[in-house]
């Protein structure tokens, strides 16, 4: 099968993890312990989350007194893209010696009216005073927002449309290579008035992102791999239970918190939705039972899985 997946943050960074590069690097080590398997066996392609490490490098720019003004996000997303990839790169190398793998640099296209632009809603950084908050913006130019008591910075998280590299990615995919892309969420472009890309501010949800990719190429199946075993129906109550096998429309009925599982949702139904093929959120060291169908919360248009055609 063609599998596309999009591994969470937690992959890269464990929850109260200090961000330095060691303890990324293992971490994507014992990621990519789990996804040899499935590149094995199926076509594989991957992206990935860049939110604590596009943080730290926003966070260094802004901190930067020889800069002039800090790097804009889509530069740091560039950077985030390049790192992370290398990880990745040389962890899947090592793991499947004698297998082509390539991690791509590359860019995703928004609108330019896209109606986020007018209403930044993504956090980013660390979090401020409201008058550290006010300061930062008179001096960077940057939209802030209460989050709790505090304040941070937001930024536009616009809808993606393409990934624009999306030809070459087949390409590479077509010749048996691993393909890692799309990190992040791609770097965020438009076409400007001349009809050139153009980077902007702007940060894409990554899980949006991978449905879209995996819809343009075909794929049989979408993961999203996290921390978590399967979506739980009525989160933190003494009622919480798994969803295992569902449907879209069974999903949409449920509320998920925006913040964390429903984006994720969304993304899922969305390319089970368009294609009619399966999409699954579950563990990253689920991800081969996840495929057979026995672990997870997994999403298709009847609730069934395996078809006998993927036996």
Known sequence: ?????????????????RPDAEAQRLNVMTAVRSLAPLAAEHQLIITH???????????????????SRPYPFDTLGAQTQGMIGYWMLQALQNALPGRQVVALVNQTLVSAVDPAFDDPTKFVGQVYTEDEAAKMAAEFGWTVKPDGPHWRRVVPSPQPQRVVETRLIR?????????????????PVIRNDVGQLEGIEAVIDKDLTGA?????????????????PEVLRGYGTPQQRPIRHTTPH??????FPA????????????????????????ALDQCQ?????TAGTIITPNATWPLASTL
């Open 250 to 255: 069974e999903m949409r009925a449920e509320d």
């Open 1 to 17: 099968m063609r599998v596309v997946v999009a591994l969470g943050g937690n992959a890269l960074l464990k929850r109260g993890e």
């Open 259 to 282: 913040g964390s599982m429903g984006p994720k949702v969304e993304a899922a139904c969305c390319f089970v939705e368009r294609t009619g093929d399966m999409a699954a959120i579950g």
């Open 289 to 293: 039972q996840i495929l057979a169908g």
């Open 212 to 228: 879209m990719l995996a819809e343009a190429l075909e794929s049989d199946a979408y993961l999203i791999l996290t921390d978590v």
């Open 49 to 67: 989350g860049n939110g604590p490490q596009v943080g730290v490098l926003a966070l260094q720019s802004a901190a930067d007194q020889t800069l």
């Open 171 to 187: 390409q590479l995919m077509a010749s048996g290579a691993v393909v890692v892309c799309a990190g992040g969420g791609g770097i």
